[in-house]
């Protein structure tokens, strides 16, 4: 079973940066693409970014594109949300998930971590 625990979250001043960290399992570094949702009060939970495993290829929504960063350190199993230029939209609990088929339909994830984001 693999297990996904997600740190950094925190709060910070509109403009600032913060740093995710998605611990894993081995095994979901060896084979899975890895993910980054959020979902902020009152919302739905959205897709943010993705990093397959094969080629390295990342996804991002188009709200966080040139201002977040998603990669992977497979030596270390984990993965990493780099987000700057933050702002109070972002706000949002930040979950990472693994898709261990390549399908996009995530098999796996952590128990979230709660960014703020204040203006």
């Known amino acids: 079973q693999v297990q996904l625990v997600e740190s950094g979250g925190g709060l910070v001043q509109a403009g600032g940066s913060l740093r995710l960290s998605c611990a894993a399992s081995r095994r979901t570094f060896r084979c899975y693409a890895m993910g980054w949702f959020r979902q902020a009060p009152g919302k739905e939970r959205e897709f943010v970014a993705r990093?397959?495993?094969?080629?390295?290829?990342?996804y991002y929504a188009t709200s966080v594109k040139g201002r977040f960063t998603i990669s992977r350190d497979n030596a270390k199993n984990t993965m990493y949300l780099q987000m700057n230029s933050l702002k109070p939209e972002d706000t949002a609990v930040y979950y990472c998930a693994a898709d261990s088929s390549g399908d996009f339909r995530y098999d796996y994830w952590g128990q979230g971590t709660q960014v703020s984001v204040s203006s």
């Open positions: 990093i397959t495993w094969s080629s390295g290829n990342t």
